[in-house]
């Protein structure tokens, strides 16, 4: 007769967090890792995975199949993380963080002093370049994400377009991290690890390590008025292992301020190309699609991990959907002849410094194209219209290199320390 069956502890799941780090070598990490702060989390527990064995011919004849062979493979989109806009004190969120294995550029300048005025910036250091935003101190105390496009002339660099105060010389111009998407092949990567607060056997936890990763979607954007600004991420997993780890005590200090979407927010469009001009509009919401993706490269030998020797960034065409009022004469301004638009969406913030800042950021598309035709919504309790854009490369300056920070379809900046740590 079988003896009693033990009982088993049970721990509860509050107090989960994530490490990220980065690793220079495909399933080594580097050795940096920081908690970040996540609102949703979906990360993989199968490490192994198995095929069936059925050779032909057996001594036992109602005996066809051996046992399953068990391998390590990558995992496909196995994470999903989902993360509202904080910040870091190196100007960091977790856009710009999972940009760094997402094969993105990337493109920062020290702090600064900035006048902004006619449609120009005139830093002191002459820090500005196409496709580099700044974070610049209006009269009217706020700070305003600004966008350069061309290069410098005299100290003055032309931006998009113009903010809706202007900036007196020595107003305060703080570094933001701006990002831009490529087509190439991924050479930082990623390092996950879930800890749990389950035991491991002993007093460390029970954790699992996804060695190995890289960014494999960026999910829809979505900008609603008095909503912070969230971003839901999948990325491939090399290799998953359950270890016993102790947490992080450090973290990418993603505990500061969310920035919610309030009546600073800038919806900018006008004629791609123009700038200076400031023409903005009211925004029920918008949907921004960047389209982004990356596929694992198979390899066997040499340096490879599981079955791939690394990632390829697949950047698409961005699409943005705009829902506004009803309108007659935007309806015309929208609708046009499909001239290129240029379209902007920033958030302003008035609580820069050291301590605790809320994020200013940014969302520009320099050059894009009506692709479906306006439409009229009915429904509800007042007429709404519907229009939907895709984005082109931004042309700035006169390089037409593929890649080229200047030729982008889309920017992304955030910011608000004073000093990049």
């Known amino acids: 007769m079988a003896g009693p069956v033990g009982t088993t502890t049970a721990y509860g799941t509050q107090g989960q967090t994530l490490e990220f780090d980065t690793e220079s070598t495909l399933g080594t990490a580097d050795g940096s890792a920081k908690d970040i702060r996540f609102e949703e989390l979906t990360f993989p527990t199968v490490t192994r995975q198995q095929i069936e064995n059925k050779p032909k011919g057996r001594e036992n004849w109602a005996d066809n199949q051996d046992r399953p062979i068990t391998y390590e493979a990558v995992q496909e989109d196995a994470i999903s993380v989902t993360?509202?806009?904080?910040?870091?004190?190196?100007n960091l969120d977790p856009l710009t963080l999972m940009a760094t294995v997402g094969g993105m550029g990337s493109d920062t300048a020290s702090k600064t002093t900035a006048a902004v005025t006619g449609g120009t910036i005139d830093t002191a250091s002459d820090a500005g370049l196409p496709g580099r935003a700044f974070l610049v101190e209006l009269d009217d105390?706020?700070?305003?994400?600004?966008?350069?496009?061309?290069?410098?002339?005299?100290?003055?660099?032309?931006i998009t377009m113009n903010p809706p105060d202007d900036a007196t010389a020595g107003n305060d111009c703080l570094a933001m991290q701006t990002i831009y998407p490529k087509q190439q092949e991924?050479?930082?990567?990623?390092?996950?690890?879930?800890?749990?607060?389950?035991?491991n056997t002993s007093v460390n936890q029970l954790a699992y390590q996804a060695s190995g990763c890289a960014l494999s979607s960026i999910g829809t954007i979505t900008i609603e008025p008095n909503t912070p600004l969230k971003f839901d991420f999948g990325l491939h997993a090399g290799d998953i292992d359950q270890l016993s780890d102790t947490m992080d005590a450090d973290s990418l200090k993603f505990r500061e301020n969310v920035p919610i979407t309030d009546c600073n927010?800038?919806?900018?469009?006008?004629?791609?190309?123009?700038?200076?001009?400031?023409?903005?509009?009211?925004?029920?919401?918008?949907?921004?699609d960047l389209n982004y993706s990356s596929v694992p490269i198979p390899a066997t030998g040499g340096t490879c991990l599981n079955g791939i020797q690394g990632y390829y960034s697949m950047p698409g065409t961005p699409k943005i959907t705009l829902e506004m009022i009803m309108?007659?004469?935007?309806?015309d301004d929208f609708e046009g002849t499909n001239a290129y638009k240029y379209i902007h969406f920033v958030q302003p913030s008035s609580n820069a410094g050291n301590t605790t800042p809320t994020p200013a950021w940014g969302f520009w598309f320099p050059?894009?194209?009506?692709?479906?035709?306006?439409?009229?919504?009915?429904?509800?309790?007042?007429?709404r219209m519907t229009c939907v854009y895709?984005?082109?490369?931004?042309?700035?300056?006169?390089?037409?290199?593929?890649?080229?920070?200047?030729?982008?379809?889309w920017y992304y900046a955030v910011g608000g320390y004073y000093v990049v740590a």
């Open 83 to 90: 993360a509202n806009c904080r910040l870091s004190s190196a």
């Open 141 to 158: 105390g706020t700070y305003h994400p600004v966008l350069c496009t061309a290069t410098e002339s005299g100290g003055a660099v032309n």
């Open 186 to 199: 991924i050479t930082t990567y990623g390092n996950l690890k879930w800890n749990t607060r389950a035991e």
């Open 265 to 288: 927010f800038e919806f900018g469009f006008y004629d791609a190309g123009t700038g200076i001009s400031n023409s903005t509009a009211n925004l029920i919401k918008a949907e921004i």
């Open 327 to 331: 309108d007659k004469s935007r309806w």
């Open 367 to 383: 050059n894009c194209f009506l692709s479906e035709a306006p439409v009229m919504i009915s429904d509800g309790d007042y007429y």
């Open 390 to 409: 895709e984005g082109y490369s931004a042309n700035f300056g006169s390089s037409t290199i593929n890649n080229a920070q200047e030729m982008a379809p």
